[in-house]
T-cell receptor, first 113, second 110 residues
Framework: NAGVMQNPRHLVRRRGQEARLRCSPM?????VYWYRQLPEEGLKFMVY????????ESGMPKERFSAEFPKEGPSILRIQQVVRGDSAAYFC???????????FGPGTRLTVL | RKEVEQDPGPFNVPEGATVAFNCTYS??????FFWYRQDCRKEPKLLMS?????NEDGRFTAQLNRASQYISLLIRDSKLSDSATYLC???????????WGAGTKLIIKP
C-alpha cells in the first residue's frame, strides 16, 4: 500500500509565476489536508478537503491560493503569482476519517527566486 | 493561551539517558492525542497514539493526564537516532481538525 505521494518534491519558481503542487492520498483515504512549514517553524494548517469538497480553508490565504480534490485524480494546491514569502515546505496528509491520525507525504519544497 | 503548547527546547541529552517532555492542551473536551516525530527537512511521522490508560512501545511511553490537561512522552535509553522534533497533536471533541503543537526539539549527544 503506497503511502501519501507528493510531486514535485522540489519546485523552483520566479516571482509572479504559478506553482501547482499535487498530492495523492493513501489508498482508501478520502480526507486530505495541506500544511505549510517555514524553516525552523511548526506546521501551519492551510486547508482540509474531502472528495470534491472543501471542508475548511480557514488557514489558507484568501488571495492567490486555491485547493481542490477532484473526484478523479490527486489533490492540487495552486499558488498564483508567487512571492518570495511563499517559499516553504508544503506537506499533504491524508486520513481515512476526519478525526483520525494523519499520514504525511514527503512534502514539496517550493523556492521562489 | 495557545490550544496546544510545547516547550520548544532544544533538549540536549546524553546518549543512554532518559528524557521526558510534556504538551499541554486548553480544550478539556479533547478526545484524541498523538505524538509525531519530524526529522530535519522530512515529513512528520506518527510515533504513537496516546490512550487514557497510557501506552508503551519499546523505549517510548506516552501518558495522558486529563485532570491537568497534558500529555507526556518519555524516552528511555535514548539513542542518537532519537534526535528529532517531537510534535504533540490533539483532536478536540467532535472536531475533525488536528491541533498541532509547535514541537520540542531533542538532540541526543554521544
Amino acid at each position: 500500500n503506497a503511502g501519501v505521494m507528493q510531486n514535485p518534491r522540489h519546485l523552483v519558481r520566479r516571482r509572479g509565476q504559478e506553482a501547482r503542487l499535487r498530492c495523492s492520498p493513501m489508498k482508501g483515504h478520502s480526507h486530505v489536508y495541506w500544511y505549510r512549514q517555514l524553516p525552523e517553524e511548526g506546521l501551519k494548517f492551510m486547508v482540509y478537503l474531502q472528495k470534491e469538497n472543501i471542508i475548511d480553508e480557514s488557514g489558507m490565504p484568501k488571495e492567490r491560493f486555491s485547493a481542490e480534490f477532484p473526484k478523479e485524480g490527486p489533490s492540487i494546491l495552486r499558488i498564483q503569482q508567487v512571492v518570495r514569502g511563499d517559499s516553504a515546505a508544503y506537506f499533504c496528509a491524508s486520513s481515512p476519517r476526519g478525526n483520525n491520525e494523519q499520514f504525511f507525504g514527503p512534502g514539496t519544497r517550493l523556492t521562489v527566486l | 493561551r495557545k490550544e496546544v503548547e510545547q516547550d520548544p527546547g532544544p533538549f540536549n541529552v546524553p546518549e543512554g539517558a532518559t528524557v521526558a517532555f510534556n504538551c499541554t492542551y486548553s480544550n478539556s473536551a479533547s478526545q484524541s492525542f498523538f505524538w509525531y516525530r519530524q526529522d530535519c527537512r522530512k515529513e512528520p511521522k506518527l510515533l504513537m497514539s496516546v490512550y487514557s490508560s497510557g501506552n508503551e512501545d519499546g523505549r517510548f511511553t506516552a501518558q495522558l493526564n486529563r485532570a491537568s490537561q497534558y500529555i507526556s512522552l518519555l524516552i528511555r535509553d535514548s539513542k542518537l537516532s532519537d534526535s528529532a522534533t517531537y510534535l504533540c497533536v490533539v483532536i478536540p471533541d467532535s472536531n475533525y481538525q488536528l491541533i498541532w503543537g509547535a514541537g520540542t526539539k531533542l538532540i541526543i549527544k554521544p
